[in-house]
């Protein structure tokens, strides 16, 4: 199965004016086939690691907002009904605006920033934890003139798309641009 983009917008074709990330243009597993006998299946998810290191992943899209992967059934088979990614936002950078069926919960490791879910702005700040509803046209921001937001996004996305809810439209593409004095922005090297 492979995510409902909206590769033209209002804008022209992708690419054009927009940045392009590799995640929303490509096919990706969002459920993989559990194959073979009990006994097998069974020792292979047990013997699948329990923890991803950081350098494990590396870091996607730029250059002023960042995502990294860290589980989803695409990279990790014993996660198959959850995803797990980080999202890094540079100063004054906003994520995509968009929508999906699948809710998400977003929790805020560092900086201050707010979302807009249906036109309602949603203040936050490290330490809290922001839902997303059902549903909800919403979008990310960061805050800050100078520093970055990290925020760490759990949901069920693939267990959605498995039962087939799977509407989701990028409404907007995130920024490409920082604020000056902040073009050399890159994501922290320790997450």
Request: glycine content about 8%; overall charge negative.
């Given at each position: 199965m492979s995510e409902d983009i909206d590769t033209k917008g209002d804008q022209g074709a992708a690419g054009h004016n927009q940045p392009v990330w590799e995640r929303w243009q490509k096919k990706r597993t969002f459920v993989r086939a559990l194959e073979g006998t009990y006994g097998e299946v069974y020792k292979s998810l047990y013997a699948q690691p329990r923890v991803i290191p950081a350098a494990a992943t590396e870091w996607k899209g730029g250059p002023a907002y960042y995502h990294k992967m860290a589980i989803n059934p695409q990279?990790?088979?014993?996660?198959?009904?959850?995803?797990?990614h980080v999202d890094c936002f540079g100063p004054k950078v906003s994520g995509q605006k968009h929508g999906h069926m699948n809710s998400a919960v977003f929790f805020i490791l560092s900086g201050t920033g707010?979302?807009?879910?249906?036109?309602?702005?949603?203040?936050?700040?490290?330490?809290?934890?922001s839902i997303v509803e059902t549903a909800c046209v919403h979008q990310h921001f960061n805050a800050s003139n100078d520093a970055q937001m990290v925020v760490l996004v759990m949901k069920a996305k693939p267990l959605f798309l498995f039962m087939h809810m799977l509407f989701q439209k990028i409404v907007e593409y995130p920024s490409d641009t920082l604020p000056e004095g902040c073009e050399d922005y890159t994501p922290p090297s320790n997450l």
């Open positions: 990279n990790v088979e014993i996660a198959q009904s959850i995803e797990c707010y979302d807009v879910h249906d036109g309602v702005r949603l203040d936050y700040q490290a330490g809290d934890a």
